[in-house]
């Protein structure tokens, strides 16, 4: 079946400091997501890439989608503290359902 | 809260119960959709539905397992025979037809002793 890894599992930053979190799928997806779960909460969505090459931005965070369609990275550029938090790819192979990736965990020093 | 919610939020019970768990999305979300989710794990996927139609399945999903949503409004799901192994979060999503992005309820965290 479809998997979806991601790395790093975790990361340790200094507050400002840039971070990157990668995501692979063994098989060639429709569309990936991205999702935010903090410390005791529930995944929230960040955003969906679609095109192959694709790059979409929100303020410090920088999402590529793979030309192949099946990598995935997010960035974002100078730590908050309010950046803590698990983030999530998802894979979506047109099925709707989504298989996630096992997250990495960020956390973010003052 | 117009958010999608659960019920209930947390639940222990003993090996062997049935136990029942429900969801209400978003009102006008056509799909609902069924995660369980363990420490350090992300969601994965069990069942979603279409208005009252289950589209899709998991196939890691035994056959204890069962979902309904009998109105394309709320959905349960029934865990039969609870197993340790069962003793995971289950969250709740919903979406529009149209869309890819999904709302998460809260989640039901389920301890089997």
């Known amino acids: 079946g479809q998997q979806v890894m991601q790395i790093p599992q975790y990361q340790h930053v200094q507050e400002g400091e840039d971070f990157t979190t990668y995501c692979n799928s063994s098989?060639?997806?429709?569309?990936i997501q991205w999702y935010k779960q903090r410390p005791g909460g529930h995944p929230v969505f960040l955003i969906q890439?679609?095109?192959?090459?694709e790059v979409k931005k929100q303020k410090r965070l920088t999402f590529q989608f793979g030309e192949a369609k099946k990598n995935s990275s997010l960035h974002i550029t100078a730590t908050q503290t309010t950046d803590v938090g698990t983030y999530f790819c998802a894979g979506d192979t047109g099925r709707r359902a989504l298989t996630f990736g096992s997250g990495t965990r960020l956390q973010v020093q003052p | 809260d117009t958010g999608v919610s659960q019920d209930p939020r947390h639940k222990i019970t003993k090996r062997g119960q049935n136990v029942t768990f429900r969801c209400d999305p978003i009102s006008e979300h056509n799909r609902l959709y069924w995660y369980r989710q363990t420490l350090g794990q992300g969601p994965e996927f069990l069942t979603y539905f279409q208005n009252e139609a289950q589209l899709e399945k998991s196939r890691l999903l035994s056959d204890r397992f069962s979902a309904e949503r009998p109105k394309g409004s709320f959905s349960t799901l029934e865990i039969q025979r609870t197993e340790q192994g069962d003793s995971a979060m289950y969250l709740c999503?919903?979406?529009?037809?149209?869309?890819?992005?999904?709302?998460f309820g809260p989640g039901t965290r389920l301890t089997v002793t």
């Open positions: 098989t060639t997806l429709s569309n």
């Open positions: 999503a919903s979406s529009f037809l149209n869309s890819y992005e999904q709302y």
């Open positions: 890439l679609v095109k192959s090459g």
